[in-house]
């Protein structure tokens, strides 16, 4: 049984307007297993990432998602990542009077929050105190996001473009990241651009317009991604790549 | 327990630092009502305090290129349930001059109490004045606290205040501050207030920028809920060229208070800039599913974002 899966999952933004962001989507990610997800902008991938966490305003039209067998139906975003599932976002928002070291110990009151700081490659006696908010720049606020999730050794981490706004050379820091996600024994949902992040994965699956269009060996996916070739596109040739 | 025991408990428990009262190399003035509880002064301070009919006057003096240490720590309150205390007070740092004031305005058992500040601030050329202000109004609403100081910040001067009523009731606040600032002169004001039940909250915080290159930051951070009502009225005028000033406003509402936020900005020099950012609502919903999603729950999440903000 798949830790996660989504069965024929349509999902569209305004019920007037019923264009389908999500067309029967169906896709699943297995126990320990880092999954890529690559598709253009706009083709629906952090639409997917809200709706398995369940953001306000994120209901499918139809279709299942289920973890760990269950279906999530209508559970809040606490209740869901309470049963291990949680999420990196794409601009993960500032706080005000939040130090770096008391948001990455919400949930984890012993932790090494050190240690973490050093697996993202910040300096923990620069960082630390710190306060969540706009001084830190949108790489190292991304960065801090992605410690406060391995923090929380989660069954399953959907990360949304980790490697956004996040320099060349620090890939690197993003590949440990995920290779620590694995090491505990979690799933990684990774969504991702860059060919590099996601030939880490033991999976990958490619979506365009709503769809998973291929899936299987990511060196596999993301030859079939740069082709441009697309079974869902009218004639054959991606219209979002 | 004497007075002056029941207001430095009172004073600790506000977050204040007793040792600070008992430290002979840090100045300190604390007064219950109209009476002058304890006091002690330092090289190059000077304080000629005494009580008056219905409070304290205060003249309060930093030598011209005195540089103190440690803070001048201030505590004020009324220990009784029903009272008034007027406090009246005269600062002056002379030129050069350098000094951090710490002031504690505790009312424990109020329940019909006023507490009217009435200050004037004078900030010589190239000193620097820190002023941070908690207060603590006990848990039944019953005061009332008018705080009205006007503030002249001189030449390459510095000011910063920062205000903060986080814990317990606030009853009714009304701050009007006014700070006019000169040449290469500095000043930021913060205020920090959570209201709730019936509380009622005004924060007037105008800043002119009279001289070249003057800076200006009003930064208000104010929380309520219940009932709770809340005014924020900011206002920068730059009036000089160079001058830059930014007021910073902030609102969470929750239940059925009602926020409103007012800022005002007026350039009337064209080499002068003025900015503002206001954000009146609910707790951000971003935040609260990013805390969501780290498994808090709503409540909890709510009150770290309230808190962080009140910080």
Redesign the interface.
């Known amino acids: 049984m798949p830790m996660l899966e989504i069965n024929d999952l349509v999902y569209t933004a305004d019920v007037l307007r019923p264009s389908r962001i999500l067309d029967g989507l169906t896709f699943s990610v297995e126990a320990g297993e880092v999954h890529a997800l690559l598709g253009a902008n706009g083709t629906g991938k952090s639409t997917l990432a809200y709706l398995i966490?369940g953001?306000?305003g994120y209901r499918p039209a139809s279709g299942d998602i289920l973890f760990e067998g269950s279906a999530l139906g209508h559970r809040?975003?606490?209740e869901?990542?309470?049963l291990g599932i949680?999420?990196a976002?794409q601009e993960?928002?500032r706080?005000?009077?939040?130090t770096v070291n008391d948001y990455l110990t919400?949930?984890n009151k012993g932790a090494d929050t050190a240690e973490l700081l050093a697996l993202v490659g910040l300096n923990p006696a620069l960082y630390g105190c710190r306060m969540v908010d706009r001084a830190l720049s949108g790489g190292e606020r991304k960065r801090i996001?992605l410690a406060?999730?391995l923090v929380?050794r989660p069954k399953l981490a959907i990360l949304d473009e980790p490697d956004s706004g996040i320099d060349m050379l620090s890939t690197n820091d993003i590949i440990n990241v995920i290779t620590a996600f694995k090491r505990n024994g979690a799933a990684v949902l990774l969504i991702t651009h860059r060919e590099e992040i996601a030939m880490i994965a033991d999976r990958s699956s490619q979506l365009c317009n709503g769809r998973i269009i291929c899936s299987g060996d990511p060196a596999k996916v993301a030859e079939h991604y740069k082709s441009r070739h697309c079974m869902t596109c009218s004639d054959g040739e991606c219209h979002y790549v | 327990m004497s007075e002056l025991e029941e207001l430095i408990a009172c004073f600790s428990g506000a977050g204040g630092d007793e040792k600070a009262l008992a430290d002979a190399a840090s100045a300190h003035l604390a007064a219950s009502g109209h009476r002058i509880l304890s006091s002690r002064t330092v090289e190059g301070l000077v304080v000629d305090a005494r009580g008056t009919w219905n409070g304290i006057r205060a003249r309060v003096t930093v030598k011209a290129g005195v540089k103190l240490r440690n803070p001048v720590h201030m505590c004020f309150g009324v220990l009784h349930k029903k009272g008034t205390q007027k406090i009246e007070m005269d600062v002056r740092l002379e030129e050069g001059a350098s000094a951090h004031f710490i002031a504690h305005c505790l009312f424990p058992k109020a329940e019909k109490v006023r507490h009217i500040m009435d200050a004037t601030v004078s900030i010589g050329e190239g000193a620097e004045m820190r002023y941070s202000e908690t207060h603590y109004h006990g848990l039944s609403g019953g005061v009332e606290v008018v705080p009205k100081l006007s503030v002249q910040v001189g030449r390459n001067g510095r000011y910063f205040t920062d205000f903060t009523l986080t814990t317990g009731r606030v009853g009714k606040l009304a701050i009007d501050y006014t700070v006019e600032v000169a040449e290469n002169a500095v000043a930021e004001l913060t205020a920090r207030v959570f209201g709730h039940g019936s509380d009622d909250i005004h924060i007037r915080d105008k800043v002119l920028l009279t001289g070249k290159n003057a800076r200006g930051l009003i930064k208000t951070r104010v929380a309520i809920e219940d009932d709770a009502t809340a005014e924020v009225t900011g206002i920068t005028e730059g009036n000089a060229s160079g001058a830059r000033g930014h007021v910073d406003c902030m609102e969470i509402v929750k239940d059925r208070a009602v926020a409103r936020a007012i800022p005002i900005v007026q350039v009337n020099d064209p080499g002068a800039k003025v900015t503002h950012e206001a954000a009146i609502g609910s707790v951000d919903k971003r935040q609260m599913e990013t805390l969501m999603a780290h498994g808090l729950l709503p409540e909890e999440a709510v009150d770290i974002i309230v808190k962080g903000m009140l910080r």
């Open positions: 966490m953001c306000g809040p975003i606490h869901r990542a309470r949680t999420m976002w993960p928002v706080f005000e009077g939040i919400f949930r996001e406060s999730i929380l």
